[in-house]
């Protein structure tokens, strides 16, 4: 069966729970404190595992990693091409979640940012015919990752977040596959800063960038007002969010981006189905506290979905 290699991103979590995210010059107390196991590439990889595919995560840890392997062993996760940094520190990630349950983060990238061509050579050699490349912009060689694996032959993704025009200028987009945004990262990507996304210009980002980029297959998330879809060939799909009461926002869009490529696997050129599974998924997702114990499962989405 087709596997997802994900060139992604290891952190640990340090959440703090706010009345509001503080403004300039402003201290706040928080209400709670806890640290967790995350990152978008983690994250990612434990949605799609749990999604039922097949996942190799290629990533890196120092030697303080506290615990992130072993979660990603312990969740079915092939962890072969995880490499441990002597010299360096985990990455890490200080997340601000306020009464609402909206979240800001800083994130440190530590040995995210020690990826070299080596682990690049070994992750692209790793796949095969149908498989999907998928890597996020929390690592280093994201640009060259996704050359190699389309040289490769291999389907790539990117999420393309946290956002960064320069990044945005250099990307290879002409190697790219599945491009997965969210409103405001859709918004840099098209470059069409001048749309206020707030006011329903989601049609107009997303027409933006497959006129930019006609062979990408561009999927953009969008919160509430659930989640789009533009194909290479111009078919438009757009998928409700599943209302449930918000506990926590933090890996709702990796939750949603590795349960989609999970659903494609398993059905490839399903869309209506693939958006529809990754929105119950991030829905139950939410629900929940913290990052990647939030994430479900297939048998958990399976019920929800049944439920509703």
């Known amino acids: 069966m087709p596997k997802i290699i994900n060139w992604g991103s290891l952190n640990e979590d340090k959440i703090y729970h706010l009345e509001h995210i503080p403004l300039p010059g402003e201290t706040v107390s928080s209400r709670s404190f806890r640290s967790g196991l995350g990152g978008k590439g983690m994250n990612q990889s434990l949605a799609a595992a749990g999604a039922g595919a097949e996942v190799i995560h290629a990533g890196a840890v120092g030697k303080d990693d506290p615990g992130l392997v072993k979660m990603l062993k312990d969740r079915g996760v092939d962890i072969s091409l995880v490499a441990v940094r002597e010299n360096e520190f985990t990455g890490h990630a200080l997340i601000l979640v306020d009464s609402s349950g909206n979240n800001s983060i800083v994130i440190h990238p ?71 945004v969210n409103e405001h990262e859709g918004a840099g990507v098209a470059g069409v800063g001048g749309l206020d996304a707030g006011k329903k210009c989601y049609r107009e980002i997303i027409e933006a960038i497959h006129l930019k980029y006609p062979r990408l297959l561009t999927v953009m998330t969008l919160g509430s007002e659930g989640v789009i879809c533009l194909a290479p060939g111009g078919e438009f799909f757009q998928s409700a969010a599943i209302p449930v009461k918000v506990a926590e926002t933090t890996a709702a869009g990796d939750t949603f981006c590795g349960a989609f490529l999970a659903a494609l696997l398993r059905e490839p050129g399903n869309l209506p189905e693939a958006l529809n599974y990754a929105n119950y998924a991030a829905a139950l997702c939410v629900s929940r506290p913290g990052a990647a114990e939030s994430i479900p499962g297939h048998d958990q989405i399976i019920a929800f979905m049944e439920k509703k």
């Open 110 to 180: 530590g040995a995210n940012a020690s990826l070299n061509a080596g682990d690049l050579a070994g992750a692209v050699g790793r796949g095969g015919n149908n498989d999907i490349f998928l890597t996020q912009n929390e690592t280093s060689l994201n640009c060259e990752a996704v050359s190699a694996a389309k040289k490769a032959g291999l389907t790539t993704a990117f999420n393309f977040a946290p956002f960064d025009r320069e990044t945005a200028e250099k990307f290879p987009f002409n190697d790219l596959d599945i491009l997965l």
